[in-house]
């Protein structure tokens, strides 16, 4: 991406980091205003959710253990059931009666494994409630065995205390406990479905109520709820499990209690960075959106100006076809009418009448190469300039068109003389196209050539550029200035004579010729001396017939019969 | 040779009447027996009537083109031997592609070549010596 593109990116990214900073502010602020007396009536409010969160926690830990596979969850019964320890005492492995392995539970070295009064519980609740396997395999970690200590009060109450981060509120879980057994001395929390969902350990935790009989007793008078002592660095909630004996007491230190601030501003800053990755995510996906709509809509643009202009070309092309096609036909009268005329082949015409149908005629077929050329123009620009090469003899087309112009030369006595190299029998190239330029450039020689000069043509292979042909027409003319060449091969760049009048000639011939030699991979050149004549050549590509994958097969077509225009 | 053109029938479709004019004009200078049309259905009624050797038509004609009427004289059994020459002043070569998909024997450009013209005819009617080839316009002085 460019520099400017991420400097479009910074703004919006500062922004919303702006606003997120701020709301993360806003959120800290909050947490700190709010009193201490809040938050006690907070955590005192609910008394039951003290024993529901405990539940939820050791569920949470209950989840821990790993479970095998292999774990059936249908019912089993006593003779079926048969826990084994082995691998001293790293493994539980429980198989059903006929031999099936049910369970293996593997215990972490070090870390308390199932005591015997668990085993036994496990296997009495199997029996009375059909608790699964899994379930029952299912023992709490060690972590959660600490957190909890059963006590009996002396009048008779059964407690269980517990401490946990507030944090944990979102493992609450309301009805998940239902029972409380004791067993070989040790407290179990069932779930409603008997499954063991948590123990308690035989310590006394130090600092907590355990120690206090008298708080103990306090608590067991207030009933259900939140209590707390002056002094104490302790809260207290307590609630009893509906149709047990047994009391949760969740006891909580101050630094427990104000943990959730931070835990919150926690929560809170982490609710805003993924707010704000979200909104810096939807920013960028916004942009590129936006970025891709623009390009897309640059790309549309394109195409529309693309096909305008290609319409325009079109247009163009068909204007001048349809040019070239609505002024032949009228010159198609004129020209065919004034040959009939001039030949004598309708009537006898005097020689004044005859020498003024030779002029209509010409100035009728000037008229129709410069149509022609027109149209040369317009196709070497359209790119669609067709070049048809061959294989034919050059000597033969040159004397063709030396035989052409032959008239032209003698008209004003010029010697009108051919040169073309023995070693080119055959060349391979567009034969129309090397008559046009060779007619282009004879004719013009012979137009600015003084009577009794001299014009020669000389065809040869270039001896500067391998595989390219030089044909070169010299003449002992007028010549041209040095600033007036570079005006040569431009459209209608007529020249001026010495007299300051323009010179006739075609306008667009030497312009056509360029082009159409410069299309096919060649140059034009020419080289003039002011009095003493010029020298107009173009070097063009032709492929040797002697060259490997070419046959050398004459079409038999005499190249002077392609058509021009 | 020139003697034989009496008997040799050439019809030429043009709709502009200066250039039917010319076309007939330098046929019958040079001694064909030439019937005219300025449309295509003329053509097809000049067709059936004259049973022409040689068609001269324009591609552009009033009621269907000259390549249509082409089709329509090539598709017919009858006259599907009739040589077909399309001369236009269309000259682009995508003009001549379709001339000769339509199934014209040839196709030469306006201005033609009046000199030429009545050779070329005998060409394309096989009357000479030499494969029939377009009949090129000028681009010579006189």
Redesign the interface.
């Given at each position: 991406m460019s520099i400017r593109g991420l400097r479009g990116f910074a703004v919006p990214v500062a922004l919303m980091l702006a606003v997120a900073l701020g709301g993360l502010a806003i959120v800290v602020a909050d947490a700190h205003s709010r009193s201490r007396q809040e938050l006690e009536r907070a955590f005192y409010a609910r008394p039951p959710i003290a024993a529901a969160l405990f539940a939820g926690l050791l569920r949470g830990s209950v989840n821990a253990g790993s479970v095998p596979s292999n774990l059936t969850h249908g019912r089993v019964t006593a003779s079926e059931l048969r826990a084994d320890r082995a691998q001293g005492g790293q493994r539980l492995t429980v198989y059903a009666g006929d031999g099936r392995l049910l369970a293996e539970l593997a215990v972490a070295p070090g870390a308390p494994v199932p005591s015997v009064a668990q085993q036994r519980l496990v296997t009495d609740l199997a029996i009375k409630h059909g608790t699964s396997i899994s379930s029952v395999l299912g023992f709490p970690p060690a972590a959660s065995l600490d957190m909890a200590t059963a006590y009996r009060t002396p009048v008779g109450e059964r407690v269980m205390v517990t401490e946990f981060p507030l944090a944990a509120v979102s493992a609450l879980l309301p009805g998940y406990m239902s029972a409380m057994v004791e067993r070989g001395g040790e407290a179990f929390i069932l779930d409603p479905a008997y499954r063991i969902i948590g123990t308690s350990d035989a310590g006394v935790a130090p600092g907590t109520v355990a120690s206090d009989p008298a708080l103990l007793s306090a608590l067991a008078k207030h009933g259900d709820g939140g209590y707390a002592r002056a002094g104490s660095p302790w809260h207290y909630a307590s609630g009893t499990i509906p149709g047990t004996p047994w009391r949760i007491v969740l006891s909580v230190p101050d630094s427990t209690l104000y943990a959730p601030i931070s835990s919150a501003v926690i929560s809170w800053v982490l609710l805003a960075l993924f707010a704000l990755c979200g909104i810096v995510v939807l920013a960028l996906v916004a942009r590129s959106r936006r970025d891709a709509d623009r390009l897309a809509g640059t790309y549309r643009e394109l195409e529309v100006r693309n096909a305008e202009i290609e319409e325009a070309t079109e247009a163009k092309s068909r204007f001048l076809?349809s040019m070239?096609?609505?002024l032949?036909?009228?010159?198609?009268?004129?020209?065919?009418?004034a040959?009939?005329m001039?030949?004598g082949?309708?009537g006898e015409v005097s020689d004044r009448q005859r020498e003024y149908l030779?002029d209509i005629?010409?100035s009728?077929?000037h008229l129709?190469?410069l149509i022609?050329d027109v149209?040369d123009i317009s196709k070497v620009e359209a790119g669609k300039l067709?070049l048809h090469p061959e294989l034919f003899d050059p000597a033969r087309l040159v004397t063709e068109v030396q035989a052409?112009?032959r008239?032209?030369a003698d008209d004003k006595e010029i010697v009108l003389e051919a040169h073309v190299d023995p070693d080119l029998e055959k060349v391979f190239t567009d034969p129309a196209k090397l008559r046009q330029i060779l007619?282009n450039y004879v004719?013009n020689a012979i137009k600015f050539t003084a009577p009794r000069g001299r014009v020669e043509i000389r065809l040869a292979p270039s001896p500067h550029e391998d595989g390219m042909l030089r044909l070169e027409v010299e003449d002992s003319g007028v010549g041209i200035a040095p600033e007036d060449i570079v005006k040569l091969f431009v459209e209608f760049g007529q020249l001026k004579a010495s007299t300051g009048r323009p010179v006739p000639g075609t306008g667009l011939g030497l312009a056509v010729t360029k082009r159409v030699v410069e299309a096919q991979g060649g140059s034009v050149d020419v080289r003039s001396v002011v009095g003493r004549g010029s020298v107009f050549s173009a070097t063009l590509p032709y492929r040797s017939p002697v060259a490997p994958g070419y046959t050398t097969v004459d079409t038999g077509k005499s190249a002077v019969?392609?058509?021009?225009? | 040779m020139i003697g034989d053109r009496g008997e040799v029938r050439i019809l030429v479709v043009d709709d502009n009447p200066t250039n039917l004019k010319l076309v007939s004009t330098v046929l019958r200078a040079d001694g064909f027996d030439v019937y005219t049309a300025v449309d295509g259905g003329s053509a097809l009624v000049a067709l059936r009537d004259y049973r022409p050797a040689l068609v001269f038509t324009d591609v552009h004609l009033p009621d269907f083109d000259g390549l249509e009427l082409t089709r329509m004289i090539k598709a017919d059994p009858e006259t599907a031997g009739i040589v077909v020459v399309a001369l236009t002043a269309s000259v682009m070569a995508v003009d001549e592609s379709r001339a000769l998909l339509a199934g014209c024997d040839g196709f030469i450009v306006k201005p033609f070549d009046t000199r030429n013209l009545g050779a070329t005819a005998d060409r394309y009617l096989g009357r000479m010596d030499g494969a029939p080839g377009p009949s090129g316009e000028l681009t010579a002085g006189p």
């Open positions: 076809a070239s096609h609505e032949r036909t009228p010159l198609n009268g004129v020209i065919g009418f040959e009939l001039h030949d082949r309708v030779g005629l010409a009728a077929r129709l190469i022609n149209l067709e052409g112009l008239p032209l007619f004719s019969e392609e058509r021009v225009g | -």
